[in-house]
T-cell receptor
Framework: EPEVTQTPSHQVTQMGQEVILRCVPISNHLYFYWYRQILGQKVEFLVSFYNNEISEKSEIFDDQFSVERPDGSNFTLKIRSTKLEDSAMYFCASSGGTLLGYGYTFGSGTRLTVV | QKEVEQNSGPLSVPEGAIASLNCTYSDRGSQSFFWYRQYSGKSPELIMF????GDKEDGRFTAQLNKASQYVSLLIRDSQPSDSATYLCAAPGLQGAQKLVFGQGTRLTINP
């Protein structure tokens, strides 16, 4: 069964450092997303990406965050200057079409720990 | 701001019984709903989605939607210990939007 692949599975970084979280969505999918989940809290939407541009972003996704699809397969989330409160599980997801027909497939996640 | 609310549990059900998980939502215009299962430390996994009033069955799982009461539920028949997980209810942020708004999840434990 096709999978969304995320790397690394766990990243520890110092406050103020830049991190890049990587995702390889399912190959024929068109919509890409990043979500995060702080320990014990809800899964929260960060950003959606379609047709090589951001289609929607949340208030969490401020100027410290950016996304990129540098080639035909990878989808990355960059946090420019990490804060302690950025510590969370970050999930990439992809979808072959609209929500109504498909839902999402989530990747296994990257646990980001900011120290 | 759309809200999706779930009882966080924990909900404890004996093996073989029916587990009933509930979710309410604030936006009367919501058209579709998704149930995800999340094992501890893992990513959400789609179980099923529903967008019509009434019931939708898939194996041991039945989703029920009541738009008048703004209520969606998930029934798990013949519960197994492997069903022990957190169950997340989600709805699209806006009509036609691609983002999902998740509830806080209900932790379900199936006791052998």
């Amino acid at each position: 069964e096709p999978e969304v692949t995320q790397t690394p599975s766990h990243q520890v970084t110092q406050m103020g450092q830049e991190v890049i979280l990587r995702c390889v969505p399912i190959s024929n999918h068109l919509y890409f997303y990043w979500y995060r989940q702080i320990l014990g809290q809800k899964v929260e939407f960060l950003v959606s990406f379609y047709n090589n541009e951001i289609s929607e972003k949340s208030e969490i996704f401020d100027d410290q965050f950016s996304v990129e699809r540098p080639d035909g397969s990878n989808f990355t989330l960059k946090i420019r200057s990490t804060k302690l409160e950025d510590s969370a599980m970050y999930f990439c997801a992809s979808s072959g079409g609209t929500l109504l027909g498909y839902g999402y497939t989530f990747g296994s996640g990257t646990r980001l720990t900011v120290v | 701001q759309k809200e999706v609310e779930q009882n966080s549990g924990p909900l404890s059900v004996p093996e073989g019984a029916i587990a009933s998980l509930n979710c309410t939502y604030s936006d009367r215009g919501s058209q579709s709903f998704f149930w995800y299962r999340q094992y501890s430390g893992k990513s959400p996994e789609l179980i099923m989605f529903i967008y019509s009033n009434g019931d939708k069955e898939d194996g041991r799982f039945t989703a029920q939607l009541n738009k008048a009461s703004q209520y969606v539920s998930l029934l798990i028949r013949d519960s197994q210990p492997s069903d022990s997980a957190t169950y997340l209810c989600a709805a699209p942020g806006l009509q036609g939007a691609q983002k999902l708004v998740f509830g806080q999840g209900t932790r379900l434990t199936i006791n052998p």
